[in-house]
């Protein structure tokens, strides 16, 4: 015999991690107990050795679906007593560090009971297990308990009550556990209209969809509007309600068999879908389709995601035949355009009221908002575009321990950062930091998951760009609200983007990559905007190896806005006649190129640029693919669906100046590149061509400057990072042409390359610098 005591740590609360120690304790034959504790769970078995080696087997194999063991410490002790084992339900020593787990979508066994009339929870909206159901946006505070999840105001009955304290039974501690007598329930409101509860709530829900109608409905993040996939008129209606002109709307699909009918789906893409994290998936829409052009016009790609809650799960599938026909709907988060979500019922009916025509709500409370997970899958794997729903807080482990530190991200698609040890805990997304709204959402949830993981931060990191709000947030509140903070350290926009993806990837202090930071926009150290740069980066520094280009950016941000004028501005720098007939020059008025030639020549409110987001925007525009744009990077989408098979051909970026550092950076130039798209165009060569020879002209570069600083440095490792790596085009290019040659490539999988990552750098360069 042999007594075995073990502390495991990583996710192992709330996920039916000791009833899983207790199933196999006992199936073994082995006695002892398991218990919570501040650092996760401690057990102790004792039996022969054979036994002893298949259970550490069983743990390390299986695991409940929701656990993630980050460590199993195993000591032998001496000999207990017990007869059987047993959980140990003391509390006392229940502290705070252990972690709480991602939301996550409904699980097998409680679908079955959910569509079963047999069982006492058929058709209820709030069925959940140990396995499955809501978790961060309910949890008020640790231990993750359910005094503190904002379903303590349900007391449970009976039945329910003796499901919660039975080890066997697989509701054993399910916090959100509930029924339809002591469980939250569903309202239906419509104005002037008498409120209904239940089944006649999602009935008189479906009712207002099969019309045409828009509803808002509470879900387990926030509030979605929803409306009918295939019903143009409702579509016209919600995009002219939320004021969102074409940035393409998730859709949300009964199950896989339907979402095959409207996208193409391979192996990994169906994994994605029906796992337990449920995000929204990026798929090739299919060329016929039933569904209204008003989803994602002009765009190939749509975001479809399978139902992840009980209530999704009962909308999509209706009680009443009538509405059997309703199993592809719109699902956008219920907010104006860039305002953030709306998670309380009074809130949402007066934020939402004028863009739904009723509401589908319910009365637990959501006390964490959290957005839908957006991913793509590039080379087989996952990369994420947003990530939030089912993976936030779940920690991105470090390759190292560093000082708490709280990274409060960038201006867009804001997330931020607190970490602890080697956890780094990445908020769900905030949202564009450009209003008072997200100001505030972004305040509250660092409130909240500060004080949820007990982290009292020392060190304060932030972009280096003056005008971010996160940043002046940085500088003057971050010190008033955490005591503790010594210091604040401003990291360089692309730096972070580098230090973020050798984070993800485990990289240690003593690693240098060769690093391409491709993106829109980001505070140069020159006071430029910069975009696309290649650093010789380590986490406490960077050297600029080599950037685009610099271009003249007229106005800022309407350039963005409004491509075709950066693309005037490009063309005039590259001495490139203004042509009648390229798309770019007649979209702009003539009055409106006077002006702009004007403004050029008087440099006036001209930014230098070095932006490859912007290079890519202009030849959209001088190709004629997108002239303005209403959502960020819109160009750079439409030219990469624009993409039809395999074109080996490529336009030329000349590679200027020596390899020498003290000389400073290589420029690439690009004036070549865009007198030969012009050329193209003259010469009406396709759009499926134009776009080939362009993102095989920029994966060309990166091999070859990576060649070049391979041979300088002696470097292997390539980094790449940045908003325009979302692009697979781009990054399967890429990837191609550098492991080829040989070359370590690390690209993001946790953590999105977007500006929705930045946080993760930010922290761990911050860590170093300090530590200096
Ligand atoms: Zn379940
Ligand atoms: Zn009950
Ligand atoms: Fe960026």
Redesign the pocket.
């Known amino acids: 015999m042999q007594r075995l005591r073990l502390k495991i740590r990583g996710v192992v609360q709330g996920v039916g991690f000791r009833p899983f120690l207790y199933g196999h304790a006992s199936r073994l034959g082995l006695i002892g107990f398991a218990r919570n504790t501040s650092e996760g769970v401690l057990a102790e078995v004792q039996g022969p050795p054979e036994r002893l080696r298949e259970y550490q087997d069983a743990i390390a194999r299986e695991g409940p679906p929701l656990c993630v063991i980050k460590e199993i410490e195993i000591r032998e002790i001496a000999l207990g007593t017990e007869t059987n084992f047993r959980i140990d339900e003391s509390r006392s020593d229940v502290g705070s560090t252990t972690y709480v787990p991602p939301d996550t979508s409904t699980c097998e066994d409680c679908l079955r009971e959910l569509f079963d009339p047999g069982d006492r929870r058929f058709r209820y909206p709030f069925i959940n297990c140990t396995n499955c159901g809501p978790r961060f946006t309910i949890t008020r505070d640790l231990p993750y308990d359910r005094s503190n999840t904002t379903m303590a105001i349900f007391e449970m009955c009976v039945t329910c009550r003796r499901e919660y304290e039975d080890p066997a039974d697989r509701r054993f501690h399910a916090e959100p556990n509930a029924c339809a007598t002591c469980g939250p329930e569903l309202t239906f409101r419509a104005p002037g209209e008498a409120e209904v509860l239940g089944e006649d709530a999602l009935l008189a829900a479906q009712l207002t969809i099969a019309h045409g109608g828009v509803i808002a409905m509470k879900g387990v993040g926030g509030f979605h509007l929803v409306c009918d996939a295939r019903n143009d008129s409702a579509l016209a209606k919600l995009r002219t309600r939320k004021g969102r002109i074409d940035k393409p709307f998730a859709l949300m699909c009964r199950d896989l068999s339907t979402a095959v009918q409207v996208v193409h789906i391979g192996d990994a893409e169906r994994l994605l879908l029906a796992g337990s994290q449920r995000p929204i998936v990026l798929l090739e829409k299919k060329s016929r389709t039933n569904l209204s052009g008003l989803v994602a016009p002009g765009n190939q790609f749509l975001g479809v995601m399978l139902p992840y809650s009980p209530i999704h799960c009962l909308l999509l599938n209706p009680a009443r035949s009538e509405y059997e026909h309703l199993d592809v709907l719109v699902m956008t988060s219920g907010n104006l355009s860039d305002e953030p979500i709306a998670t309380g019922n009074s809130e949402a009916l007066e934020r939402l009221g004028a863009l739904a025509d009723a509401f589908l709500i319910h009365n637990r409370d959501i006390f964490v908002p959290c957005d839908d997970s957006v991913m793509r899958i590039a080379n087989g794997r996952e990369l994420p575009i947003r990530r939030s729903r089912g993976y936030a807080p779940m920690p991105v482990n470090l390759p190292f321990a560093v000082p708490q530190i709280l990274a409060v991200g960038?201006e867009i698609k804001n997330t931020f950062c607190l970490t602890t040890d080697d956890c780094a805990l990445m908020s769900q997304h905030i949202g564009d930091m450009e209003n008072i709204e997200t100001l505030e959402a972004f305040q509250r949830s660092v409130d909240q998951i500060s004080k949820l993981f007990r982290v009292e931060p020392e060190i304060v990191a932030c972009d280096k760009h003056p005008a971010y709000l996160s940043s002046r947030w940085a500088k003057e509140n971050a010190g008033k609200r955490f005591p503790n903070v010594k210091n604040l350290v401003e990291v360089q926009?692309?730096h972070a983007?580098i230090a973020s993806v050798m984070a993800e990837n485990g990289l240690n202090s003593y690693n240098q990559v060769i690093g391409f930071?491709f993106?829109?926009?980001?505070y140069g150290d020159d006071g430029a905007i910069w975009?696309g740069e290649v650093l010789l980066a380590d986490y406490t520094g960077f050297e600029r190896a080599a950037h685009l280009q610099y271009f003249p950016l007229p106005g800022g941000d309407a350039s963005i806005r409004k491509p075709y004028r950066a693309a005037l501005s490009y063309l005039k720098h590259a001495r490139i006649d203004w042509n009648e007939s390229l798309a770019c020059v007649a979209a702009c008025t003539e009055n409106e190129r006077k002006l702009l030639a004007a403004q050029m020549d008087k440099n006036l409110n001209v930014v230098p640029t070095s932006s490859m987001g912007r290079l890519f925007d202009v030849v959209a525009s001088i190709a004629g693919v997108r002239q303005t744009v209403t959502y960020e990077a819109q160009g750079a989408i439409e030219l990469e669906a624009a993409m039809i098979g395999a074109d080996e051909r490529s336009y030329s970026l000349r590679i200027e100046g020596s390899s020498d550092a003290a000389r400073g950076p290589i420029r690439i130039a690009i004036s070549d590149l865009i007198a030969e798209v012009v050329r193209d165009v003259l010469n009406k060569v396709s759009i499926a061509e134009i776009t080939a020879k362009f993102h095989n002209a920029v994966a060309g570069l990166i091999v070859n400057l990576s060649l070049h600083f391979r041979e300088r440095t002696r470097l292997n490792t390539v980094a790449l990072s940045?908003?325009c790596f979302q692009n697979v085009a781009l990054l399967d290019r890429s990837l191609a042409g550098l492991r080829e040659n040989g070359f370590d490539v690390i690209t993001h999988r946790h953590v999105p390359p977007?500006?929705g990552g930045?946080a993760l750098g930010q922290a761990v360069v911050a860590g170093f610098k300090s530590a200096k």
């Open positions: 960038g926009h692309h983007h930071a993106d829109g926009t980001g975009g940045g908003g977007n500006d930045l």
